[in-house]
Every structure is written in structure tokens, then in C-alpha cells.
């Protein structure tokens, strides 16, 4: 079974993914979007659609691509009856094969799904989908999260199989800071800003990076500065959010600039 059939199959078979819950990070590129009036975005791999409206409500068009027609038939339920829908269009369709071109793209926790040659060509397929003065939010694990084997990590990246959880079954790809930002200079994106997440109650720990197609100082440092001002907000809140009450799953933990 390849990756595209295992993910049908996880999204018909089990409860993944139900959780509507949207990702601090993911709030704050929208608001960056609105902030500089970007008017279009492309949700890569959206799954259910829990931040479709984020950018929708922002008066921002969106198009979620999914190839499974189970999650993309979920995400029409959710937006039944939302006036921010007309904003929102779905294509059951894999995303590498979108037309046109965006100023902003969410790749969250997809583009690390397959074999290494799969993800490294996922990224020169991001910037393709990029206008001239776009920007991407992206995440993938780190080479220390703990469902990584130590004995399968490389010095800059590891080929992994979760063995458990709604990912079980499916490739993935973990990175160090340095090569990942490497790899995206050869898919000629220029990262802004990044940093590292987690680890989770789970052991898990990412990679986010937010970057784009040009490289201009003074744009790149005003970006830079409200993004991680707002992460370092959102970070500090969720904190205090996962001492008081416990129960909630907390998306934001530890936040901390990559090593050098």
C-alpha cells in the first residue's frame, strides 16, 4: 500500500484526525496574511479542514486539497452554515498536482509523509506553488523526536514508521534544523523564521519554519519579528493554559530557537 492509499484508508478506517482544534502557529500566519493583505492560500493535505476557516474568516480564499474524499467530504460538513464558506473552496486531489500559484501555502505536518527523495522534491514542489512575493508556514519532525529510532538517524535526518497511533504504517522523514533550512535554500525558499516545538506529552517534537520565495533583508526581518514575538506569546499562554487545566491538549510547548 503506498502513502496516498494509506492515508485513504486511515481517514475511512480510523477516528484520525477528529480533533477540530486549530494550531496556535497556524492563527498567527493567518493573522501575518491579513496583516499584509495577502487574499489567497493554499492548504496542503488539509484533512478535515480544522484551519480552513482561519484564513476564510480573514476574508482570505482558501483552497484545501486533500486526496481523500472521506476527510474533504468531512470538511464541506464543518462548513455548513458558516458564512466565511464562501471563501473556501476543496479538491479531492493531491496537492503536487494544484494549479496556479498562491501568496501564502500551510503545509502542516504533511510534507515529512513519505520516503526522503519523496519529501525533498515535496519542497521544490512548494515553491513552485508560490507567487514571486509568497510566503509558507511548514512542519515537520524533528530528528529528536522519540518516535524516531536511534538507530536510524543519520547525522541530519532519519526515515521513520510510526508503529503506533493514527500515523502507524505511514513513512515519514525527520530533520535537524540545519538541513532542513538547507534543503529549502536548494528548493530556492529562504526561511524567515524557525523554531523548534515540543517535545509533546508524547515525545514528539517539530520543526516550523516559516519562509519565502524572495530574500529581502528588511521584509524578512519585519516578518521574523512579529511571528516570533507572536509564538513566543502563544507559547507563554499555552504554558500557563497546561497548568491550570490540565485536560486540554496543549499545541504549543517549550518553545525555543533552533542551535546555531
Same mark, same amino acid.
Given at each position: 500500500m503506498d502513502t496516498r492509499e494509506c492515508w485513504r484508508f486511515i481517514y475511512a478506517h480510523r477516528k484520525a484526525f477528529c480533533d477540530q482544534r486549530v494550531d496556535p502557529e497556524v492563527t498567527i500566519f493567518a493573522d501575518?496574511? =491579513?496583516?499584509?493583505?495577502? &487574499? *489567497?492560500v493554499l492548504d496542503v493535505g488539509c484533512g478535515y479542514g480544522r484551519h480552513l476557516l482561519l484564513f476564510a474568516e480573514r476574508g482570505i480564499n482558501v483552497l484545501g486539497a486533500d486526496? *481523500?474524499? !472521506?476527510?474533504?467530504?468531512?470538511?464541506q460538513k464543518a462548513l455548513i452554515g458558516n458564512p466565511a464558506s464562501c471563501k473556501v473552496m476543496l479538491r479531492v486531489l493531491d496537492w503536487r498536482n494544484v494549479d496556479g500559484k498562491f501568496e501564502g501555502v500551510l503545509a502542516w505536518h504533511v510534507l515529512s509523509h513519505g /520516503?526522503?527523495?519523496?519529501?525533498?522534491?515535496?519542497?521544490? =514542489?512548494?515553491a513552485q506553488l508560490l507567487l514571486s512575493h509568497g510566503i509558507c508556514l511548514l512542519n515537520v519532525p524533528a530528528? /529528536?523526536? *522519540? =518516535?524516531v529510532e536511534k538507530s536510524r538517524r543519520r547525522k541530519d535526518w532519519a526515515e521513520f514508521i510510526p508503529q503506533s497511533g493514527?500515523?502507524?504504517?505511514?513513512?515519514?522523514?525527520?530533520? &535537524? /534544523?540545519?538541513?532542513? !533550512?538547507n534543503q529549502l535554500k536548494r528548493a530556492s525558499l529562504n526561511v524567515i523564521e524557525s523554531h523548534i516545538v515540543g517535545p509533546t506529552s508524547e515525545g514528539c517534537s517539530?520543526? *516550523?519554519?516559516?519562509? &519565502?520565495t524572495q530574500n529581502h533583508p528588511p521584509r524578512? /526581518?519585519?516578518?521574523?519579528?512579529?511571528?516570533? &514575538? =507572536?509564538?513566543?506569546?502563544s507559547a507563554a499562554s499555552f504554558q500557563t493554559n497546561k497548568i491550570r487545566n490540565a485536560s486540554p491538549e496543549v499545541y504549543v510547548l517549550n518553545w525555543r530557537e533552533p542551535n546555531p
Open positions: 501575518l496574511l =491579513r496583516k499584509m493583505s495577502y &487574499s *489567497s486526496w *481523500s474524499e !472521506t476527510a474533504i467530504l468531512q470538511a /520516503t526522503f527523495p519523496e519529501v525533498c522534491s515535496a519542497f521544490e =514542489r512548494l530528528i /529528536t523526536d *522519540s =518516535r493514527t500515523e502507524s504504517g505511514i513513512p515519514h522523514v525527520a530533520f &535537524s /534544523t540545519n538541513f532542513l !533550512t517539530h520543526i *516550523s519554519v516559516l519562509c &519565502s524578512k /526581518t519585519l516578518l521574523s519579528r512579529f511571528f516570533k &514575538s =507572536r509564538c513566543r506569546h
